[in-house]
């Protein structure tokens, strides 16, 4: 009951702070994005500079579904604030786009 009562005040705190959700999501979103495409291009230029490429490519592919997986379907619905709780599935979607984006940054630009 307490957590609901949190939520409740929370979400009012959000909108008196005149922040509108939609905004809120989207900027959500490109930090989702942006978080594992920085990742992933990370470890795609360290694996291109030492000669371990495909190495590296695999460590990230691997660091950003299982942080993905973890972070959406096991952290987020025990620990977010629900007033500012998105989708779950959408949030994973651009981890997964922004870490995809990443690894092919690496292979064809850099």
């Not at 989702?32 to 590296?56: Q, V, W």
Request: aromatic residues 14%; without cysteine; charged residues 20%.
């Amino acid at each position: 009951m307490k957590r609901m009562q949190f939520s409740r005040n929370a979400r009012r705190r959000l909108q008196d702070a005149g922040i509108d959700p939609k905004f809120f999501d989207l900027v959500s979103q490109f930090a989702h994005f942006f978080t594992m495409y920085s990742l992933a291009l990370t470890l795609g230029l360290i694996g291109k500079r030492t000669g371990h490429a495909l190495l590296y490519l695999a460590l990230s592919v691997v660091v950003y579904i299982t942080y993905a997986a973890i972070h959406e379907f096991y952290w987020d619905p025990r620990h977010e604030n629900a007033a500012t709780r998105g989708s779950d599935l959408k949030d994973f979607a651009y981890l997964i786009g922004g870490g995809i984006s990443g690894n092919l940054a690496t292979l064809f630009l850099a």
